[in-house]
């Protein structure tokens, strides 16, 4: 957790005395999708591995379907009543 903690910290030392060159932007820009490539590999490698997730898949995507579906509906509802609310306020 240190070791994190510290990269961190020395990246942003030297993002704030550095001056950025396009050059320099470039390079960053390779190594953050190079970071977050191989973040998201170990991420899939580890979800692949849980066979409990695997297993139970089908309901996970149940539960994510109804939750998506419900926030999108109540969403919808607030905004409407809302600008009902506010509308009337206007006149």
């Known amino acids: 957790m240190w ?3 510290l990269v961190l910290v020395i990246g942003i030392l030297i993002g704030s005395f550095v001056k950025p060159t396009e050059q320099f932007k470039k390079t960053i820009s390779k190594f953050q999708f ?3 490539t191989l973040l998201l590999f170990a991420m899939g490698a580890g979800l692949g591995l849980n ?3 695997l ?3 089908k309901e996970i995507g149940w539960v994510g379907f109804l ?3 419900l ?3 109540s969403s919808i509802a607030c905004v409407y009543i809302a600008t ?3 509308e ?3 006149q």
Request: without cysteine; glycine residues 4%; hydrophobic residues 50%.
């Open 71 to 73: 926030t999108t509906v």
């Open 84 to 86: 009902r609310f506010f």
């Open 67 to 69: 939750f998506a579906l």
């Open 3 to 5: 070791s994190i903690i």
């Open 34 to 36: 190079l970071g977050v």
């Open 51 to 53: 066979e409990d997730l």
């Open 88 to 90: 009337r306020r206007q």
């Open 55 to 57: 297993n139970n898949l």
